[in-house]
């Protein structure tokens, strides 16, 4: 059995034995192998004509709903993974027939595609050589460490530590751009930021924004935020006075196309900006506490434990249904809604609405030598090819 240096040492990431320090040698070994069994991409041919929802969650766990989210099929399963490990999933992003999940983090991040839902390969085709990304020498479907990934004009942004990557070709060719070129920015603080996360602002902008958090000990902010008028190559670091002055933290950022929202960090307020970040409103007071931040369909969801509201500007709340469950809920284009959740082993669905919710899919989690919540992380609507392809 080799020890768990020398598997390190063969992606050349330290970060890794972290993630490695407590666990067998041999289940390390085979979290890593198990990447690099998964074909290359860079060809995808996309042909957008059937509906689908589709959830993730770690070790690339991949669900696929075909029928308007009534029954499920676990289309991929990678290995064990926990928040910080070789296969920690925690996000999903579309955009034009294509979905990509990131898998890995506090371990080198890999993006895994599919265009028909069922068979995921490496975005790369595994030809593109990134500059600054560590492990990515040894390794070519390494990719930017990713903590979030938007989509939007055909477009993927990924975000995560000092780094961020796009394709606009579906992962022929793959940009990145270093939050580090900030660090001689003239504002009266350094950024020391972590856990990016962008966000598609619509069409009418065609912007990427990013929002982290802020780690600074000397006039902390909010949070981060980074704006990109050219999909996602080169960025600009904002600085919104408003936020800074009024927003305690950040627990989401939302876009519907027309207004982005943030929810502070309880979600009790949420601030709206109207020209894609550059002027921001609020705050204004959503009548919840502890609550996730959702887009269904064109409105905003906070969904908390001891309630929940919805709102279709941002700025009026109305109350939803008692039992409205937690966790991130999405929509179809014919109203259905489905919600998951990181700490239910389980996906809900109602066609009402949300009157009322039944569970269609449960799973059992694999929890040896892993940790962190095994529920599902994220879920996106879309559309696939109308049949696999073979």
């Given at each position: 059995m080799k020890c768990v240096a020398a598997i390190l040492s063969l992606i050349h990431v330290s970060s890794l034995s972290v993630y490695a320090a407590d666990l067998p040698a041999a289940f390390v070994e085979a979290a890593l192998a198990r990447r690099k069994e998964i074909p290359l991409g860079g060809d995808f041919k996309p042909d957008p004509k059937s509906p689908v929802f589709v959830a993730v969650g770690h070790g690339g766990r991949i669900l696929l709903s075909r029928d308007d989210g009534q029954t499920w099929k676990q289309v991929f399963w990678g290995f064990a993974?926990?928040?910080?490990?070789?296969?920690?999933?925690?996000?999903?992003?579309?955009?034009?027939?294509?979905?990509?999940v990131p898998i890995g983090w506090g371990a080198p991040s890999a993006w895994l595609a599919s265009e028909d839902g069922v068979n995921w390969r490496h975005l790369t085709n595994?030809?593109?050589?990134?500059?600054?990304?560590?492990?990515?020498?040894?390794?070519?479907?390494?990719?930017?460490?990713?903590?979030?990934?938007?989509?939007?004009?055909?477009?993927?942004?990924?975000?995560?530590?000092?780094m961020i990557g796009a394709t606009a070709d579906f992962g022929k060719s793959i940009t990145t751009f270093s939050l580090r070129e900030f660090k001689n920015d003239p504002r009266p603080r350094k950024l020391v930021t972590h856990h990016v996360g962008p966000v598609y602002c619509g069409d009418a902008s065609g912007r990427f924004l990013a929002l982290g958090n802020d780690?600074?000990?000397?006039?902390?902010?909010?949070?981060?935020?980074?704006?990109?008028?050219?999909?996602?190559?080169?960025?600009?670091w904002l600085e919104?006075?408003?936020?800074?002055?009024?927003?305690?933290?950040?627990?989401g950022i939302v876009s519907n196309g027309e207004v982005v929202a943030i929810a502070d960090k309880m979600g009790a307020n949420v601030f709206l900006s109207a020209d894609a970040g550059d002027n921001w409103d609020g705050p204004f007071p959503t009548g919840v506490e502890r609550a996730t931040l959702s887009l269904v369909g064109k409105e905003y969801w906070l969904v908390g434990r001891t309630s929940a509201r919805a709102s279709k500007d941002g700025?009026?709340?109305?109350?939803?249904?008692k039992g409205t469950p937690t966790g991130?809920?999405?929509?179809?284009?014919?109203?259905?809604?489905?919600?998951?959740?990181r700490?239910?082993?389980?996906?809900?669905?109602?066609?009402?609405?949300?009157?009322?919710?039944n569970?269609?899919?449960?799973?059992?989690?694999?929890?040896?030598?892993?940790?962190?919540?095994?529920?599902?992380?994220?879920?996106?609507?879309?559309?696939?090819?109308?049949?696999?392809i073979k």
């Open positions: 993974g926990s928040d910080h490990s070789p296969w920690a999933t925690k996000a999903i992003a579309y955009t034009d027939g294509v979905f990509v595994g030809q593109t050589k990134l500059k600054g990304v560590k492990g990515a020498d040894s390794d070519s479907t390494v990719m930017p460490g990713t903590w979030g990934i938007a989509g939007g004009k055909g477009v993927f942004v990924s975000g995560g530590y000092m780690r600074s000990t000397e006039n902390p902010a909010f949070g981060n935020l980074y704006a990109s008028d050219n999909l996602g190559k080169t960025w600009k919104p006075q408003l936020l800074n002055e009024k927003c305690d933290g950040y627990s700025k009026s709340w109305r109350d939803l249904p991130k809920i999405v929509a179809s284009p014919a109203g259905t809604l489905i919600s998951i959740d700490r239910r082993f389980n996906i809900l669905r109602s066609g009402d609405g949300g009157a009322t919710w569970e269609v899919y449960v799973f059992e989690p694999k929890t040896e030598h892993v940790h962190g919540a095994q529920g599902l992380r994220d879920i996106v609507f879309g559309y696939t090819t109308e049949e696999p």
